[in-house]
């Protein structure tokens, strides 16, 4: 993840110029990026166009699934609303103490993408946002700080709580490797950093198999058990989105469901396929390895493409949290001009068939989008007592937890295995 640079930082105010010199050097700058994004693909565009803080980014084209939303009539043209499992023939929902989801959305010429606005309640989003801060951001699942702290054995949050209520003595976190001042023999590290201070910078939790993020690949040798509650979630969603599909009239013929969205054959654009079912049984479907994302209000997450996985037939399932993002998905080529769309908290994606191999990042993060249930009103603290803390933290957050299944239904996972 990188923080952008606000545009024309440091050009504008030099106060040793003139204004006309100032104009001038704005005016060259702006030629010279212009210059150089020449060259920029349809979807590094995209991403540059929401990155930017100045100007603010243009939001027209972010394709919104809330009802009545004012989307542009090319990109309510796409939408096909679609009409989940609510069977919860394995009683997935129940078990999380939620009810299933009823209204899911694909999006044309973007097979494979179902999304599921609001498929998590308030309190479901809440038990959700605490497991990740009190039970998964836990050694021994690996995060980004393990790079260069000595992380507390019982995690941060939990160290930083009992610190605060004065359960446990203040303690500084010991770092592994020396600061970038301390390695050009200018000066320690100034302060010593508490489970605290590092909280807004934990950026990712591994579960299950752990990931290589350098040589990009598993490492199948020490699977931690996948968290249940989160496995259980996956699966839910995966039964929800059983066999759903779109159809044109006139389309192929598709075997039948009643579940199918039928579209009038003038709907669909000539060059299109005429229609998307998704088919993967959800009885084949294992949650193995998972990431949460923890993001501040700047950061972002590059476009890329999840393959490491063997298996690139099982969806794979994105749970947001908290503030906003727009979300960005292409397909395979970064020529080809990408869908960008809200991703509020509660929302869920499901990245399914071509679009498991698609291209997409999270360019932005909208400043002060959380939700009020997720905030510390008196209505939410008297629901949920202990809420406080985890309001504060998710003022400036968002998290996305996401999920994948490593193999393929007919292969083993090596010894150790991991909990169904
Ligand atoms: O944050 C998101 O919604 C997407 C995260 C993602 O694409 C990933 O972790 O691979
Ligand atoms: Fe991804």
Known sequence: ???????????????????????????????REQAGYANDTAFRRVERQY??????????????????????????????????????????????????????????????????????????????????????????????????????????????????TGEAKPEPVTRIVPTPATEKGKEDEPTAVTAGDLIPRLRWVTLGYQYNWSAKEYFLDAPQPFPAPIGQLARAVVGSIHDVGYVAADGPDLISSPRYTWLPSSAEPADEPAGYVHRY???????????????????????????????????????????????????????????????????????????????????RVLEDTLPDYLTSTEDVLAEDFEWGSFAAYMTTTRININVRQVFNKDRQPPSGGIEP
């Not at 923080?3 to 700058?29: G, I, M, V, Y």
């Not at 700047?298 to 399932?317: C, G, I, K, Y």
């Open 51 to 164: 990155r930017s803080r100045v100007p603010p980014p243009d939001l027209t084209d972010v394709l919104d699934f809330r009802p009545g939303a004012p989307n542009t009539p090319a990109l309510a043209a796409r939408i096909v609303p679609i009409a989940l499992d609510t069977e919860d023939s394995n009683g997935y929902w129940a078990g999380l103490g939620a009810s299933p989801p009823t209204q899911g959305y694909m999006v044309r010429s973007f097979p494979g993408l179902v999304v599921i606005p609001g498929c998590f309640a308030p309190d479901v989003q809440r038990r959700l946002i605490k497991d990740c801060l009190r039970r998964y951001a836990v050694p021994p699942a690996k995060s980004n700080l393990d790079a260069l702290y000595l992380t507390p054995p019982e995690g941060l949050w939990n160290r930083y709580k009992r610190e605060e």
């Open 281 to 363: 049984d959800p009885a084949g479907y294992v949650p193995e390895a998972g990431v949460i994302n923890f993001y501040q209000a700047r950061d972002s997450l590059m476009a890329h493409v999840d393959r490491s996985e063997q298996n690139m037939e099982a969806p794979l399932v994105s749970v947001s949290l908290g503030n906003t993002a727009i979300f960005v998905i292409g397909d395979e080529s970064r020529d080809t001009p990408p869908l960008s769309m809200y991703l509020r908290s509660g929302d869920t994606v499901c990245m399914c068939g071509p679009r498991r191999r698609a291209l997409h990042g999270i360019p």
């Open 1 to 31: 993840m990188t923080t952008p640079k606000p545009a024309f930082a440091n050009t504008a105010f030099q106060s040793h110029l003139s204004r006309r010199q100032q104009k001038k050097a704005l005016f060259e700058k702006a030629a």
